[in-house]
């Protein structure tokens, strides 16, 4: 069970506060977003783009703040840590009669983070795709038919998934020096596109003053994009699978949380998106596009952004230093969230949730390697698809948020199971918080239902696929669960002598240990 067999054996505790932080930013790699999503956004609702990023971070924030109270009172949590939290919350509970849906808790977190951490790496892919042909368009115009945009995501796919079947993770210097670089590239292009706009006030601009950046126009336009910026602030909870590797996790892992994403939400990312649209106007054109209309049928709006920046001397050198600082962040999160997907499959796996093979370590590298391969060989079939056309990157990207608005949500009930009743609890990590996390990741989902009716044609149409990927996945997990109780015999729920069977018993509550 995952209540027992939560730290894995093996893992060193060398990481400090910094370490933490760091490991878990590399996930979140604030450098790529803005290049990478700035299409996909500049579609439907772009103005109210700040916004949307803004209204983000706030239920990122709200369910970090869950995470890391739960982290505290649980530092015991290793791999697949969402999943441990899901059950040992119910577990440890006094007697009460609900304590048998622990496993049913357990295996919907679980499944539900699928959706999010099973999509997710192939999202990066095919955002590596387009950024790798970009660069290579330089050197040969023309590039990038289907074929070989398909060809990139399967070699990236191939080389993201040999580093981590033989076990090779950066190094927090390594991660450091990374996020260094990706952060500077693309502070520097704020600065230049605010500076821009300062020295040419004649052009016509999409927002007219700073103010407007800020505000939302348009409801169904800030609903959609709200359900897309999610994307750019995921991550965070990746700091809570260190644990194992942390010098005092009860202390360090609930800090590196918030702070992996305060440094890149907070700081980064309102900076970064607050430029790019207080600078797009009539002066960006393709065909008979303009601003934001045209940013939205551009491979690489920031890079042609870059370019007009730099103009015929620097203009090219500055695109492809910022597509070059993009690739190296996408390498580091590639690699993290795959890592971060197959730890979350090797501890179902270990627990039997998922087949037994996905929690065999490798008997040399000992790593999860079949999940390793299964996971690589999704994400070069995603990034694929994705890599096409800005639709099919919007629906991909969609079905990961959905799975994201699941489990944040589910985080966020369960860290209320787990602390209540509880003396001397931190009030806003423990009660205010993942309630307010609940009702919006919730509102999220609501509002994925409700542009999949009111949207326009293309947003409506990648809302329903994207949703009815989501439903049948949850479809096949509730089958899964039925069709190993009727062949195997393995209950939905715990039977009411589980806990005397493994030995659990209910924790007492005291001290401080309580998310404060």
């Known amino acids: 069970m995952a209540a027992q067999a939560s730290t894995d054996t093996g893992m060193k505790p060398t990481l400090g506060l910094t370490g933490v932080t760091i490991n878990a930013m590399a996930l979140i790699a604030p450098g790529a977003f803005l290049w990478t999503t700035f299409q996909s956004q ?103 038919t289907p074929v070989q945009l398909i060809t990139i995501c399967i070699v990236f796919s191939i080389i993201v ?15 450091i020096v990374i996020n260094i670089i990706q952060i500077l590239a693309l502070l520097v292009f704020s600065i230049v596109a605010i500076v821009f706009r300062l020295n040419h006030p004649f052009y016509h601009y999409a927002h007219p003053s700073a103010l407007s950046v800020l505000i939302p126009h348009d409801g169904n336009g800030f609903i959609y994009q709200s359900t897309i910026a999610i994307l750019l602030v995921v991550g965070f909870e990746s700091a809570t699978a260190l644990a194992a590797e942390a010098k005092n996790p009860q202390r360090d892992v609930p800090r590196g949380v918030l702070l992996s994403l305060i440094i890149q939400a907070v700081i980064f990312y309102f900076f970064e998106y607050f430029a790019a649209n207080f600078v797009m106007g009539d002066f960006y054109k393709s065909g008979k596009t303009v601003g934001f209309d045209a940013a939205a049928g551009s491979i690489a709006p920031i890079g042609d952004l870059a370019q007009i920046f730099g103009g015929s001397s620097f203009g090219t050198a500055f695109a492809a230093i910022l597509a070059v600082s993009v690739v190296i962040a996408l390498l580091g999160t590639a690699l993290s969230c795959l890592n971060t997907g197959v730890r979350v499959t090797y501890a179902m796996g270990k627990d039997t949730e998922l087949p037994a093979v996905f929690g065999f370590l490798h008997g040399r590298f000992r790593t999860p390697h079949v999940g390793v391969i299964v996971l690589t060989v999704i994400s070069a079939v995603i990034g694929s698809y994705g890599v096409l056309s800005s639709n099919n990157l919007v629906q991909v990207a969609l079905i990961s948020n959905i799975g994201t ?90 039977a009411e002598d589980y806990k005397q069977n493994v030995g659990i018993t209910p924790e007492v509550s005291v001290g401080t240990a309580s998310g404060e």
């Open 405 to 494: 608005f699941i489990l944040y949500g589910l985080t966020c009930i369960v860290c209320l199971i787990a602390f209540a009743g509880m003396p001397k609890r931190g009030i806003l990590n423990t009660l205010i918080a993942p309630i307010a996390g609940a009702i919006l990741n919730v509102a999220m989902l609501l509002g994925v239902i409700y542009f999949a009716i009111v949207g326009n044609s293309d947003a409506q149409r990648n809302v329903i696929i994207a949703g009815i990927f989501a439903i049948a996945w949850l479809v096949i997990g509730f089958a899964f669960l039925f069709f190993r109780k009727v062949t195997k015999g393995i209950p939905i729920l715990h």
């Open 42 to 144: 500049a579609g439907t609702g772009a103005t109210s783009m700040w916004s949307s990023v803004f209204v983000a971070t706030v239920i990122a924030l709200l369910t970090a703040l869950a995470y890391a109270a739960l982290a505290k009172r649980y530092p015991e949590a290793g791999t697949g840590s969402s999943y441990y939290f899901a059950e040992v919350a119910v577990l440890h509970k006094e007697e009460h009669k609900y304590f048998k849906f622990a496993r049913l808790s357990k295996f919907l977190v679980g499944w539900a983070s699928h959706l999010y951490y099973w999509v997710y790496p192939g999202v990066m892919v095919a955002f590596m795709g387009s950024v790798i042909a970009y660069i290579i368009g330089f050197f040969v115009p023309g590039f990038g």
């Open 161 to 175: 998934g040999a580093i981590a079947y033989i076990g090779v993770t950066g190094s927090t210097v390594a991660n």
